[in-house]
């Protein structure tokens, strides 16, 4: 297509042309809703054929999970802003989890991620290793000293699970009434953090 698609504005490099097919499924996304859009709809938006789209993704699909994708970088900096100042593990990770179930479902990006089913990382996609992977990484971005509360490096693998499982039942099945976040808080201080508490408390036995 040459000069004549990407609004006579080609693409200097392929990163460039991802993103740009990316952006333009956004604004699908937003017109029609993300069940409806296709990869026709994205060329169009982007004045190019379905075949150039294809050089750079495979499937709809793909393009979508990177949209998702991109949306949950930008929600972690949100997350980890809000736990500024939070050390204690068991609150950082109660508030984390409350922040999460409050604005996951409001983040355009990242509510993609309960609207594609079982592949995703709210999905089926919580259990694999690498959301697991990517969920203790994240663990170790909160302002707490894991190591000093006797939480190791397989430990944050298997708290980043539970979360994940935890927060895929919380966002694809919400409570009937739904659950107010007061309710939430004080469902998972019992019942969740003092697993955390109690970690921490062994691992400083004088204190």
Request: glycine fraction near 10%; include cysteine; charge should be negative.
């Amino acid at each position: 297509m040459g000069h004549h698609g990407w609004g006579g504005r080609p693409p200097a490099s392929d990163a460039e042309a991802r993103q740009r097919i990316i952006d333009a499924t956004v604004r699908c996304i937003d017109r029609h809703g993300v069940t409806k859009t296709t990869l026709s709809d994205v060329a169009g938006e982007l004045g190019v054929t379905r075949q150039t789209v294809y050089r750079h993704f495979g499937r709809i699909s793909d393009i979508i999970g990177e949209v998702a994708a991109q949306g949950a970088e930008s929600f972690v900096e949100l997350l980890i802003a809000h736990l500024h100042g939070i050390t204690d593990p068991a609150e950082a990770v109660v508030e984390g989890m409350v922040f999460c179930v409050r604005t996951i479902p409001t983040e355009p990006r990242l509510s993609l991620l309960l609207q594609l089913g079982d592949t995703t990382a709210f999905g089926r996609g919580a259990t694999t290793r690498d959301t697991i992977a990517y969920g203790a990484k994240m663990l170790q971005r909160y302002p707490v000293d894991w190591a000093a509360a006797g939480i190791g490096e397989d430990d944050l693998n298997g708290l980043a699970e539970i979360i994940m499982r935890l927060l895929t039942s919380l966002l694809q099945h919400p409570s009937e009434p739904p659950q107010d976040e007061a309710r939430l808080r004080t469902l998972l201080n019992r019942w969740l953090a003092p697993a955390l508490s109690r970690t921490s408390a062994s691992a400083h036995p004088h204190s």
